[in-house]
């Protein structure tokens, strides 16, 4: 091991005091930043629950010191922004009496770290906030503090750590009647059994996170769906699973106004084949992008392949297709053969007892009239009319499945 780092491992927060022997000087901007966020972590411990009582005096001193250094860094870099920020949290706190206060700092300082990929750092800060302000955090902010920190050490291949933390999560969700959090602990052990390399258990656990999905996009959060449903793809070990869930993420991804993606994620399910449920189901569904998209050439194409299934289909999915093909026919102003279709599709969900298909139908059919005014003003896009960090992940993710 190095001297330069030898001799900071005694020191609290010495992770950042590394930065100072770096490639770019102890002058340099990030040597300053690391010695700011080691100022500043100190200056949070005096805090401690454990730590014997420090006098208002000393506190001042050391916060005058502190304040002083991070203030020049303030304007020179996000990442001195967060730092300032904590040595300001940091002296509310102590002269209100509720370290409390240093969390929210903390909490935005340990996920800037690691967007940054500074990983053992971020797990310094969250050992800070967990050792130094725990008993003063709400019961939703502590299972999200553990999470956190379980998924830092997981992307540190540290699992033995993850493994502990996410099941401490897990038990304090349970406790705290946090049903989400609880799933969301489950899913993080089952990302950390896939990191092992346990592919059977990890598959058992995609289930909870497809379910999770689902439930978001029924609730009409589809970008919140998305990436747990996508989630669910990759650690699906069955292959007809993997292709459930990506045609699922495709759907979304239209919902949300997102052909492209959608299209991609759909036709890697019909080159894949596979279960004939899901083959059909995507092939409807591309029909149904295509007509958003106003492509002619395509609608017709797809719907040409959905009619060679049209013997197998259960009344469900032939509900769905013809219901499918009069929006794309009303779409592209054809709206006397729309009515003729989704008439069709009334048809075969009653004779089904599919009333929730029914009802469905009949809402659309009955708006064929206030069609046309409505489309005039309807945006064609091919881009999402929402996008996240985690969207934008996925897509890209996307893109690389399909080359």
Same mark, same amino acid.
């Given at each position: ?42 200056? /949070?411990?005096?805090?401690? &629950? ?6 208002? !005096? ?89 999470? *956190?920190?379980?998924? %830092? ?7 033995? +750590? ?12 349970? #406790?705290?009647?946090?049903? =989400? ?55 699906? !070990?069955?292959? @007809? ?28 399910? /019909? ?5 004939? !449920? ?13 007509? =958003? ?6 609608? #017709? ?10 013997? !197998?289909? &259960? ?20 709206? *006397?053969?729309? @009515? ?6 009334? +048809? ?16 659309? *059919? ?19 009319? %929402?996008?996240?960090? +985690? ?13």
């Amino acid at each position: 091991m190095p001297a330069s780092r030898l001799k900071f491992e005694s020191l609290p927060h010495a992770i950042f005091l590394q930065r100072v022997s770096g490639p770019q000087g102890a002058t340099s901007l990030e040597a300053r930043l690391g010695q700011g966020a080691f100022l500043a972590l100190r200056l /949070v411990d005096l805090l401690a &629950p454990d730590r014997l009582q420090v006098s208002g !005096d000393a506190f001042h001193y050391q916060w005058i010191a502190t304040d002083r250094f991070c203030a020049e860094l303030r304007a020179a870099a996000t990442e001195g922004a967060h730092v300032h920020c904590i040595a300001e949290s940091t002296a509310d706190a102590q002269r209100l009496g509720d370290i409390g206060l240093v969390a929210p700092a903390l909490f935005a300082y340990a996920h800037f770290l690691e967007e940054e990929l500074r990983l053992d750092e971020a797990v310094d800060v969250l050992t800070t906030l967990l050792k130094v302000v725990a008993s003063r955090l709400s019961a939703k902010d502590a299972v999200a503090a553990r999470l *956190r920190f379980a998924r %830092v050490h997981r992307k540190l291949n540290q699992f033995d +750590e993850a493994e502990a933390a996410y099941a401490e999560a897990g038990e304090m969700a349970s #406790a705290a009647g946090d049903r =989400y959090s609880a799933l969301l602990a489950r899913i993080g052990l089952a990302n950390t059994i896939l990191g092992r390399g346990n592919l059977a258990e990890a598959d058992a656990e995609a289930r909870a996170e497809h379910g999770i999905g689902v439930s978001l996009a029924q609730m009409g959060q589809g970008p919140n769906a998305i990436p747990h449903v996508w989630r669910a793809f990759e650690l699906y !070990d069955e292959e @007809d699973s993997r292709m459930r869930a990506l045609s699922d993420v495709g759907v979304m991804l239209l919902t949300l106004g997102d052909a492209v993606g959608a299209e991609r994620a759909l036709s890697e399910v /019909v080159r894949r084949g596979g279960c004939h !449920d899901n083959t059909t189901n995507a092939l409807i569904e591309l029909m149904h992008a295509a007509s =958003y998209r106003r492509d002619h050439v395509g609608f #017709a194409r797809w719907r040409e392949r959905c009619e060679e299934h049209l013997p !197998d289909m &259960p009344p469900n999915m032939l509900t769905d297709f013809y219901l499918k093909q009069g929006i794309g026919q009303a779409r592209f102003r054809r709206f *006397r053969r729309a @009515d003729e279709l989704m008439k069709r599709a009334l +048809e075969v969900a009653g004779m089904a007892g599919l009333h929730e298909l029914e009802f469905r139908v009949e809402r659309i *059919r009955g708006g064929l009239k206030d069609c046309e005014q409505a489309l005039t003003g309807e945006v064609e896009t091919t881009e999402a009319t %929402v996008q996240t960090n +985690e969207l934008r992940q996925v897509s890209e993710s996307l893109a690389q499945l399909v080359g």
